[in-house]
C-alpha cells in the first residue's frame, strides 16, 4: 500500500512538471508565434516577393500545422513522461521498500538482513547509513543479551547460597551460625561489589561518567600507589618495584581515573602474582606516555588473551582461586582508558607472566 502511494505521488510530480512545462510552452509560443511569422512574412514582401494576396491563407496554414504539432508534441511529451516517470519511481520505490521491509524485520527483533546496493548515488548513500545503523543495533542487542546471560549466571551463585542457608536456617527454626554469617555477609559483599561494578560500568559504556581531565605528574600517583601497594604485601608475597625516567612529562588526564586503572591493574596482577615480581614502568614518546604493569605470575593462555576485557569473563583458573573477583575490572579500566584518549594493551604468557600498559596523552 505504502509502495503504491509512493509510485502514484512520483509519477504525479512528474507529470505536473511536464504538463507545466508544455503549458508554458504553448502558451508563450501561441503569443509570440503570430507576431514572429508576420514579422518573417513582412520581410519575404520587403524582398519583392509577393504575398499578400495570400497571407490570410497562409496565416490559417500556418495555424491549423502550429495547433496539430503542438497537441501531437503533447500527447508525446505525456506518454514518455508517464512511462519515464514509471521506470524512475520503480528504481527509487523498490530500495526504500526494501529499506522499509527491514526495519520491520528489526523491529521483529531479526537484524541479520541488510539492504542490497543500488546504482543511485544518493539512495546508496541512504542504504550504506542504513546497513550500519542495522550493524550497530544488532551490537547493541547481541551486548544486551550476553549482559543479561552474564549477569543472570553471576548473581545466581551468591543468591543460591543465600537462599540456601536461609532456608535451612527456617527450616530447622534455629539461628545461624558464626561461621555460616561471615560466609553470607561475603556474598553480600560481592553482591554489592558486582552492583556498583555494573553502575560503573554502565555510566562508562554509555559516556556518563563524569571527568576532570588536567595536566597529572605521574610520577607522584606511581609512588604513592608503590607505597600504599607495597605495605600491605606480605612478606612471602611478591615484590613490588617501579621504573620511570626523573623527567616523566605531564599527561592530560582525570588524577581519579588514573588512579582507578592502576589500582585495578595491581591489583589484578597480585592476585595472579603469589610469588616473584611485579614491575610499574612508565615511559613517554613525542604524543603520549605508556604506563605498564608488568608480573610474573601465571599468565594468560594465548586464546584467552582477546577476551581479557570483555565483561564477566574470568578465567577457569582465577574463577578456582579467587571468589571475590566480579569479572568486570579490566572492562572498566579498557573503557576508563579510551574515555581519555588512549588505548590498553596486553602480553602474556601462560606460566610466565602478563604485561599490561596502557597510554595516555600528553598534556
Same mark, same amino acid.
Given at each position: 500500500?505504502?509502495?503504491?502511494?509512493?509510485?502514484?505521488?512520483?509519477?504525479?510530480?512528474?507529470?505536473?512538471?511536464?504538463?507545466?512545462?508544455?503549458?508554458?510552452?504553448? /502558451?508563450?509560443?501561441?503569443?509570440?508565434?503570430?507576431?514572429?511569422?508576420?514579422?518573417?512574412?513582412?520581410?519575404?514582401?520587403?524582398?519583392? @516577393?509577393?504575398?499578400?494576396?495570400?497571407?490570410?491563407?497562409?496565416?490559417?496554414?500556418?495555424?491549423?500545422?502550429?495547433?496539430?504539432?503542438?497537441?501531437?508534441?503533447?500527447?508525446?511529451?505525456? =506518454?514518455?513522461?508517464?512511462?519515464?516517470?514509471?521506470?524512475?519511481?520503480?528504481?527509487? /520505490?523498490?530500495?526504500?521498500?526494501?529499506?522499509?521491509?527491514?526495519?520491520?524485520?528489526?523491529? +521483529?527483533?531479526?537484524?541479520?538482513?541488510?539492504?542490497?546496493?543500488?546504482?543511485?548515488?544518493?539512495?546508496?548513500?541512504? =542504504?550504506?547509513?542504513?546497513?550500519?545503523?542495522?550493524?550497530?543495533?544488532?551490537?547493541?542487542?547481541?551486548?544486551?543479551?550476553?549482559?543479561?546471560?552474564?549477569?543472570?549466571?553471576?548473581?545466581?551463585?551468591?543468591?543460591?547460597?543465600?537462599?540456601?542457608?536461609?532456608?535451612?536456617?527456617?527450616?530447622?527454626?534455629?539461628?545461624?551460625?558464626?561461621?555460616?554469617?561471615?560466609?553470607?555477609?561475603? !556474598?553480600?559483599?560481592?553482591?554489592?561489589?558486582? @552492583?556498583?561494578?555494573?553502575?560503573?560500568?554502565?555510566?562508562? !559504556? +554509555?559516556?556518563?561518567?563524569?571527568?576532570?581531565?588536567?595536566?597529572?605528574?605521574?610520577?607522584?600517583?606511581? !609512588?604513592?600507589?608503590?607505597?600504599?601497594?607495597?605495605?600491605?604485601?606480605?612478606?612471602?608475597?611478591?615484590?613490588?618495584?617501579?621504573?620511570?625516567?626523573?623527567?616523566?612529562?605531564?599527561?592530560?588526564?582525570?588524577?581519579? #581515573?588514573?588512579?582507578?586503572?592502576?589500582?585495578?591493574?595491581?591489583?589484578?596482577?597480585?592476585?595472579?602474582?603469589?610469588?616473584?615480581?611485579? &614491575?610499574?614502568?612508565?615511559?613517554?614518546?613525542?604524543? !603520549?606516555?605508556?604506563?605498564?604493569?608488568?608480573?610474573?605470575?601465571?599468565?594468560?593462555?594465548?586464546?584467552?588473551?582477546?577476551?581479557?576485557?570483555?565483561?564477566?569473563?574470568?578465567?577457569?583458573?582465577? #574463577?578456582?582461586?579467587?571468589?571475590?573477583?566480579?569479572?568486570?575490572?579490566?572492562?572498566?579500566?579498557?573503557?576508563? @582508558? &579510551?574515555?581519555?584518549?588512549?588505548?590498553?594493551?596486553?602480553?602474556?604468557?601462560? =606460566?610466565?607472566?602478563?604485561?599490561?600498559?596502557?597510554?595516555?596523552?600528553?598534556?
Amino acid at each position: 500500500m505504502a509502495r503504491a502511494r509512493l509510485r502514484v505521488h512520483l509519477i504525479r510530480s512528474h507529470l505536473v512538471v511536464m504538463i507545466v512545462s508544455l503549458v508554458s510552452f504553448i /502558451v508563450i509560443s501561441k503569443a509570440a508565434s503570430h507576431h514572429i511569422f508576420s514579422i518573417h512574412l513582412d520581410t519575404l514582401e520587403d524582398a519583392g @516577393v509577393l504575398i499578400q494576396e495570400t497571407e490570410l491563407t497562409i496565416f490559417e496554414s500556418f495555424q491549423t500545422t502550429w495547433n496539430s504539432s503542438t497537441l501531437w508534441a503533447l500527447l508525446v511529451g505525456l =506518454g514518455a513522461a508517464m512511462v519515464l516517470s514509471i521506470r524512475v519511481s520503480q528504481r527509487i /520505490v523498490r530500495p526504500l521498500v526494501k529499506m522499509e521491509r527491514i526495519s520491520r524485520q528489526f523491529a +521483529s527483533g531479526h537484524f541479520t538482513e541488510r539492504v542490497p546496493p543500488c546504482d543511485i548515488v544518493e539512495l546508496a548513500q541512504l =542504504g550504506t547509513s542504513f546497513n550500519r545503523l542495522a550493524l550497530s543495533v544488532e551490537d547493541v542487542e547481541q551486548r544486551r543479551r550476553e549482559l543479561l546471560g552474564d549477569l543472570t549466571h553471576e548473581l545466581r551463585t551468591p543468591l543460591t547460597i543465600l537462599r540456601c542457608h536461609l532456608e535451612d536456617s527456617v527450616n530447622s527454626q534455629s539461628s545461624l551460625s558464626l561461621e555460616t554469617g561471615e560466609m553470607m555477609l561475603r !556474598e553480600t559483599r560481592r553482591l554489592e561489589r558486582l @552492583v556498583n561494578d555494573l553502575q560503573e560500568l554502565s555510566q562508562a !559504556e +554509555s559516556g556518563h561518567l563524569p571527568f576532570n581531565l588536567y595536566p597529572l605528574d605521574l610520577r607522584l600517583l606511581i !609512588e604513592e600507589l608503590i607505597q600504599r601497594f607495597s605495605s600491605q604485601l606480605l612478606d612471602v608475597g611478591p615484590t613490588l618495584a617501579a621504573d620511570y625516567p626523573p623527567h616523566l612529562p605531564m599527561v592530560l588526564a582525570d588524577r581519579d #581515573r588514573t588512579e582507578q586503572i592502576l589500582v585495578n591493574l595491581l591489583s589484578n596482577a597480585i592476585r595472579h602474582t603469589p610469588q616473584g615480581t611485579i &614491575e610499574l614502568r612508565a615511559w613517554s614518546n613525542p604524543t !603520549e606516555i605508556w604506563i605498564s604493569v608488568e608480573d610474573t605470575g601465571c599468565g594468560i593462555a594465548p586464546d584467552e588473551i582477546p577476551l581479557v576485557f570483555e565483561r564477566f569473563w574470568r578465567s577457569p583458573q582465577s #574463577r578456582k582461586q579467587h571468589k571475590k573477583g566480579t569479572g568486570i575490572g579490566l572492562a572498566i579500566t579498557k573503557r576508563l @582508558v &579510551e574515555l581519555q584518549g588512549g588505548q590498553i594493551e596486553v602480553e602474556s604468557q601462560l =606460566g610466565q607472566g602478563s604485561i599490561f600498559r596502557f597510554s595516555l596523552p600528553l598534556a
